[in-house]
């Protein structure tokens, strides 16, 4: 965890709760964490869902790995130190669209299983699903849209997932989605359907029970 360098600092809560926003949004914040290999269809789904969610009139956001390194992060690599900075600090900014009432995805490899136990922890109690996407790594390597295995295996790029940096599976997920034979609307579907038995979209919160 990097070292707080700040001094003489107040967590200043807001004067607006998180249930209040929700109740007047009508819908309920998350952060749903699709991680996998390189490749395997994180963006693409997750972009699928965030655009069938716009269009019901929720209020959802990507927070994708490429576009994060672009500003925020885009001082780290891709050495494990850098990759656990990458993570924590998109925990952090993941809890707070949650704290917003806004369905957050992020679509990010977060190879490690200890560094996504901590974005759990960091999110909002019970408002944590971890969507595995389960493509298989030669599947994976044969899309390869952004080249980038080909280059790893030429050694042009170090610590690539899947080639020369280890990729830890989740355990038990709250979703697993299995890509081959599903189309991206397919597998956005199953995070959709997913999202409204846990009663954080609309309409399906009274049925749900659910408190969390």
């Not at 996504?116 to 999110?123: C, E, G, Q, T, V």
């Not at 019970?126 to 595995?132: A, N, P, W």
């Not at 042009?156 to 940096?165: D, E, L, Q, S």
């Not at 990729?167 to 989740?170: F, I, L, T």
């Given at each position: 965890?990097?070292e707080?360098k700040?001094t003489?600092i107040k967590w200043?809560?807001s ?6 926003r929700?109740?007047i ?5 998350c952060v749903?964490?699709l991680t996998g290999?390189p ?10 869902v965030?655009q069938?969610?716009?269009h019901?009139?929720v209020?959802?956001?990507?927070l994708?790995g490429d ?16 990759r ?15 704290d917003?009432?806004?369905?957050t995805?992020t ?7 200890d560094d ?8 909002p109690e ?7 996407v389960?493509?298989?790594l ?6 390869d ?6 280059k790893?295996?030429?050694g ?10 280890p990729?830890?599976?989740?355990d038990?997920?709250?979703l697993r ?7 991206p ?13 846990q009663g954080?979209l609309?309409?399906?919160a009274?049925?749900s029970g659910?408190?969390a």
């Open positions: 965890m990097a707080r700040a003489n200043q809560d004067q607006v709760k998180r249930d209040e929700e109740k949004l009508g819908q309920r914040g749903a964490w290999l490749g395997s269809g994180k963006t693409t789904i997750a972009q699928h965030e069938k969610l716009i019901r009139g209020a959802c956001y990507v994708d576009n994060v390194r672009h500003g925020l992060n885009e001082d780290l690599g891709f050495s494990q130190e850098d656990q900075e990458n993570i924590r600090r998109i925990s952090e900014v993941a809890k707070l669209f949650a917003a009432a806004v369905v995805l679509a990010f490899i977060s190879p490690y299983r996504r136990f901590k974005a759990r922890k960091i999110a019970g408002r944590f699903f971890e969507v595995f389960d493509t298989p030669d599947e994976c390597k044969k899309r849209p952004k080249g980038h295995y080909k790893a295996e030429e042009i790029i170090k610590n690539f997932t899947g080639v020369n940096a990729y830890e599976p989740p038990i997920p709250e989605i299995t890509t081959m034979g599903s189309t609307e397919e597998s956005a579907d199953q995070v959709i359907a997913f999202l409204e038995e954080i609309p309409g399906a009274a049925s659910s408190t």
